[in-house]
């Protein structure tokens, strides 16, 4: 297992910027994905990006060109970038790996806001 904390959210106008991070508790294997999901209120969750090593980044069609996601690995950190922010971007983002040890973790999540 791992902990995973998110932070970074807040409350920000469209168009305006936010630097989500994660925190592992382990070290990161990027062998396997780490992901950026988010869900808004009365939603599903759903996958905003995702990373590895071999296949680098994958982004959903809505956040493309906005958001970069990236890893730092020495901070067993996981970041995403999230440029021209949208008020459809509004959920709270939550972060976890695809790794089959840590697949049943996930982190408290961080809430973003963004105002019309």
């Known amino acids: 297992q791992v902990q995973l904390v998110e932070s970074g959210g807040g409350l920000v106008q469209a168009g305006g910027s936010l630097r989500l991070s994660c925190v592992a508790s382990r070290t990161i294997s990027t062998i396997h994905p780490m992901k950026w999901f988010r869900q808004a209120p009365g939603k599903q969750r759903e996958l905003v990006a995702g990373?590895?090593?071999?296949?680098?980044?994958n982004y959903a069609d809505s956040v493309k060109g906005r958001f970069t996601i990236s890893i730092d690995n020495a901070k067993n950190t996981v970041f995403l970038q999230m440029n021209n922010l949208k008020p459809e971007d509004t959920a709270v983002y939550y972060c976890?790996?695809?790794?089959?040890?840590?697949?049943?973790?996930w982190g408290q999540g961080t809430q973003v806001t963004v105002s019309s």
């Open positions: 990373i590895t090593s071999d296949e680098g980044p």
């Open positions: 976890h790996s695809d790794r089959p040890s840590w697949r049943d973790s």
